[in-house]
């Protein structure tokens, strides 16, 4: 057993006794990594605080290979992201690329591209001033691309031909023409802001995109991971299916 020391955001918590909680982070070179977190419910915990859901944070923890959960030995916080658990709105539409940056993923494997990405869209929605939904298109679309399985959008997915101003979309591969088989229509507006976020790197280009772009964005990624994600279902609870 080692002693290491890393960055990481808390992806998710999980209560493991009276007293102690799992904590599942993002780190950039273990990748996904749980830890026990011994003490962390008992009233005025210094680590309590540090561990909150979106923080940023220094970590120290004991390694043990082959373990699947590490053991928490501290833990400072970098930055809590307070401009987004301040907005109702933003902090529910958070939910999305951190559920997305946990199933992407994987345990103990370097992972420097995909939290460099995360923290980066994270700095940037705790100041942003348009619209949360918006924002966070942008920063799934990042997270694709930066785990390695991001939609084409220069040419038709299928037959490689060029692409009018209303192609089609497919769940699994990306922009289609009208002569192949798609999963559903996109206008031109959705068009043009797919194609704009993906080549937008060091923030997001547009304050209000058409509500159609998140649903493509979902559920491309739900086909890609063969999964849907509890973060959206609650934000459709939360605002209706508008979400």
Request: net charge neutral; aromatic share 10%; proline share 3%.
């Amino acid at each position: 057993m080692s002693q290491e020391k890393t960055e990481a955001v808390v992806l998710r918590g999980v209560d493991f006794s009276e007293t102690s909680r799992i904590i599942t982070f993002l780190t950039p070179h273990r990748g996904r990594m749980a830890c026990l977190a011994k003490g962390v419910r008992r009233k005025n915990s210094p680590l309590g605080a540090a561990l909150d859901t979106f923080n940023r944070v220094e970590l120290v923890y004991y390694w043990k290979e082959g373990r699947h959960v590490q053991t928490l030995a501290d833990a400072a916080l970098i930055d809590g992201f307070a401009g987004i658990k301040a907005h109702l709105e933003r902090s529910a539409y958070a939910g999305f690329p951190l559920e997305l940056a946990y199933k992407v993923a994987h345990e103990n494997e370097p992972s420097e591209e995909l939290y460099a990405v995360l923290v980066h869209g994270l700095k940037q929605l705790s100041a942003w001033v348009g619209d949360a939904r918006t924002h966070v298109d942008w920063q799934v679309m990042r997270l694709v691309q930066a785990a390695g399985f991001a939609p084409v959008l220069d040419q038709c997915v299928q037959c490689g031909s060029l692409l009018l101003d209303t192609p089609g979309f497919s769940y699994a591969g990306g922009a289609v023409c009208r002569a192949c088989t798609s999963d559903r229509r996109l206008t031109t507006e959705e068009f043009i802001a797919l194609r704009a976020m993906a080549e937008a790197v060091e923030g997001c280009p547009c304050e209000q995109a058409p509500a159609g772009v998140f649903h493509v964005l979902r559920y491309y990624a739900a086909r890609h991971l063969e999964t849907d994600f509890r973060s959206v279902r609650v934000l459709e609870d939360m605002f209706g299916k508008k979400a």
